[in-house]
């Protein structure tokens, strides 16, 4: 693909911000301090900004660079000022390194540094991710027409008005779904390869079932 054809880094950040953080960030002055339950509206989606740029743009864009997490902060916060009251380490006085990542960044911050640490464990270069023995919290599924031009995002009041991706938990310890029956013995997810049928530590079927039933509970759609 000729490289005038690809979206830019900044280009696409920008919009992954118009649509999924700019319609939880209110309308007031950069100095307010935010409530905790809207930062974690901010953080959650900022974390899907992260997931999309520097895994799933960059899987169909492989020059474009890996955004890390200082790298990754500025730059959102050149594109959307308002997203300032959500940092704490970035807006530091002085020039302190990063010890205890705890204590010194805010939730936002946080959940970008741990997003952009999955991206490069997941690392858009491999065409399959090495993601055996990681554990499965949840299941998100990004969902693309078959010439990869158009996305389908969830919009309703259970995405709290923002446009979001489609999110199922899994909770293993409590697993009772039909759709599910095996997900205990699940080790790996590789959505995007059908595991080998003789290894007994790959329940892709399963993982697929949940993808799958987070996209018809929220449409209709089969």
Excluded at 110 to 119: E, P
Excluded at 141 to 167: H, I, T, Y
């Amino acid at each position: 693909m000729a490289l005038s054809s690809v979206c830019p880094t900044e280009d696409a950040v920008r919009e992954f911000l118009e649509y999924l953080v700019d319609p939880v960030i209110p309308a007031t002055s950069v100095r307010d301090s935010p409530s905790p339950s809207q930062q974690q509206w901010v953080a959650k989606q900022v974390h899907g900004v992260v997931i999309l740029y520097d895994y799933y743009h960059r899987k169909q864009h492989r020059q474009l660079e890996f955004l890390g997490f200082e790298s990754f902060c500025k730059l959102i916060a050149v594109l959307k000022p308002p997203l300032l009251a959500y940092m704490k380490y970035l807006q530091r006085n002085d020039d302190a390194e990063l010890v205890d990542p705890e204590k010194q960044l805010s939730l936002t911050e946080k959940t970008i540094m741990n997003a952009c640490d999955l991206c490069m464990r997941l690392s858009a270069s491999k065409d399959i991710p090495d993601i055996e023995g990681w554990s499965i919290s949840e299941v998100a599924v990004f969902l693309v027409d078959s010439r990869k031009e158009n996305c389908l995002l969830l919009f309703s009041k259970d995405s709290n008005g923002v446009w979001s991706l489609f999110e199922k938990d899994v909770d293993i310890s409590n697993q009772s779904s039909e759709a599910m029956p095996d997900l205990k013995q699940c080790k790996k997810k590789r959505i995007t390869k059908k595991p080998s049928r003789d290894d007994p530590s790959i329940n892709e079927d399963a993982m697929q079932q949940l993808a799958f039933s987070s996209v018809k509970e929220a449409t209709g759609m089969n």
